[in-house]
């Protein structure tokens, strides 16, 4: 690499990369992944999990949601707005087939919404995938504006990888001759959209048309996918044709997200925190990899074609020299674009985690949270979501005792008698909470259930004004739990979050005090994963009452 490269930074995106592709990792499968030394691999794990971008299980490094926010930085400058996922959400479930939007990344094809349907058979690619431009319906509508030293550089790559093992998105198993890309595309151009007949792996049919931008380049690429179980190629594109081309033209017609950039500086809104780092960890603290992942999360805030330098420098409160270093690591390694003015982040960002860390459920994000606060508590903790007049346990994580709460994945209780469900009800509109409660009218459960709609109504009001909510041996004798709600990025209460254990003979006051500062705190860590993952993809979101957000 060239002197002006931060060969930290370098190191850095190589072992995100691999840890980005491997199922399980321990440091020594980075090592042979990356030819680094194992001393390096350390200090690039021990930065990584500082920033919060690496956890550590035993031996084994898992990436972690935080890690999303790369990615959102790419989607953000792209000009990907909530309305535009939300629509494609909507158009999934009007057409019942999946639909994705995706941009082109080099002679790939990478995913930045999705909206799959749930079936035995259904479509696993996720946001940040990347798929060969010749084996999906996308890559004929953005081959059709390659220019000559593009089409040199698909070829060369098909001759050199001709099964497609630099996709790991690719279905494993033979893979068929290369589709003739060519003819593809001069079909798309006559038709104005493009086929995908069974090109990825036998059953998967797909159609997109293109979404263009201002010039009249294609931006994304619109697509619904099926199977043929489902129907025909040829059938799929006549059912799903005219309704695709009148989502394009309104997405179309959208205002854009990406507005120029108006002059002046950035304020730092993430400033980089290095020195307390560097005081902890001394010498396993790379500072030069922060800062250049800090200046790849500052291009987030990019509009219209970039952001400058001096801007760059100013939102992350770096030197310019420090940042242009950082900034030409990264266009060298594909991560951004410069034109001589503006610098910008490119789809390969989404390669950094994305797609895997984008096929996280809810429990996922919440379970490594949850085994932290048992540890911390020495009590099981749980996480419910509202299922009409109940709760329903979707995450847990026990401890063994010999005096246990046992309560399974799927578990259904009364929400009035317990402390989740409480702050579930108290999270709801004053109308909605009283009709639930009239639909299944409270019974006693135990000499100590509160059951009288008015007392029932001030202990919910006094949840949502304090912020938590206890159960006293409500729901059974000996139980006692306390209760914090877990919201979305607007506010909205969406699950609940506790910790239960035996009554014993400690007066409550003293219960509350003891676990309320954990369960705040570990609700805040579960808000953060959940905000930074949910960004461009509500469909993770635990959702029983509300729709999703975008």
Request: net charge neutral.
């Amino acid at each position: 690499m060239p002197e002006e490269s931060v060969r930290p930074l370098e190191r850095g995106l190589a072992v995100l990369r691999a840890l980005a592709v491997a199922e399980q990792v321990r440091a020594g499968d980075l090592v042979r992944a990356t030819g680094l030394a194992r001393s390096t691999v350390d200090r690039v794990v021990a930065t990584l999990a500082r920033l919060g971008y690496v956890r550590e299980h035993g031996q084994e490094l898992h990436l972690t949601p935080r890690l999303m926010e790369l990615g959102n930085a790419y989607l953000a400058a792209s000009g990907l707005s909530g309305e535009v996922a939300a629509r494609t959400a909507r158009l999934a479930d009007e057409l019942d087939e999946s639909v994705s939007l995706a941009v082109p990344d080099g002679d790939g094809v990478r995913f930045v919404t999705q909206a799959a349907r749930r079936r035995a058979m259904s479509v696993a690619f996720r946001i940040g995938d990347l798929l060969p431009a010749e084996r999906c319906a996308p890559g004929a509508l953005f081959a059709a504006e390659w220019d000559e030293a593009a089409w040199d550089a698909w070829r060369a790559r098909v001759a050199a990888d001709p099964e497609g093992h630099a996709f790991p998105a690719l279905p494993p198993g033979p893979v068929s001759p290369p589709p003739d890309l060519a003819g593809r595309v001069e079909r798309s151009r006559a038709t104005g959209w493009a086929l995908d007949d069974q090109l990825i792996e036998p059953g998967l049919i797909a159609t997109a048309v293109p979404v263009r931008d201002a010039a009249g380049r294609t931006r994304y690429a619109l697509s619904a996918v099926s199977h043929t179980s489902r129907h025909t190629a040829q059938g799929l594109a006549e059912l799903v044709l005219p309704r695709l081309r009148e989502e394009a033209a309104h997405l179309e017609s959208l205002p854009t997200a990406t507005t120029p950039y108006p002059g002046g500086e950035l304020t730092p809104d993430q400033p980089v925190d290095t020195v307390d780092a560097k005081a902890e960890l001394g010498p396993g603290f790379l500072q030069s990899l922060a800062r250049g992942l800090a200046v790849l999360r500052a291009l987030g805030r990019a509009r219209g074609d970039g952001l400058p330098l001096t801007a760059i420098a100013a939102a992350t409160g770096l030197p310019r020299a420090t940042a242009r270093r950082c900034l030409r690591t990264l266009e060298l390694e594909g991560y951004a674009a410069y034109d001589g003015r503006l610098h910008r982040p490119l789809p390969r960002v989404l390669e950094l985690g994305y797609a895997r860390l984008s096929r996280l459920g809810f429990a996922d994000i919440a379970e490594p949270h949850l085994r932290q606060l048992t540890g911390r508590v020495h009590q099981s903790a749980s996480v419910t979501v509202l299922d009409g007049t109940d709760i329903l346990y979707v995450a847990r994580a026990a401890t063994v005792r010999v005096m246990s709460v046992y309560i399974t994945l799927g578990t259904r209780f009364p929400a009035y008698p317990t402390a989740m469900g409480r702050v579930l009800l108290a999270g709801l509109p004053k109308r909605e909470r009283a009709r639930l409660l009239k639909a299944a009218p409270p019974k006693p459960l135990t000499r100590r259930t509160v059951t009288d709609p008015a007392d029932l109504g001030r202990i919910l009001d006094r949840a949502a004004a304090d912020g938590y909510a206890t159960a006293d041996e409500e729901l059974e004798e000996g139980l006692r739990s306390v209760a914090v709600p877990i919201e979305d990025a607007r506010g909205r209460v969406i699950a609940a979050l506790n910790v239960a254990q035996h009554a014993g003979t400690a007066p409550l006051e003293e219960t509350i005090e003891a676990l309320l500062p954990a369960l705040r705190e570990t609700a805040a860590a579960i808000e953060a994963d959940l905000h930074t993952a949910a960004r461009f993809n509500g469909a993770l979101m635990p959702w029983r009452t509300y729709p999703p957000t975008t």
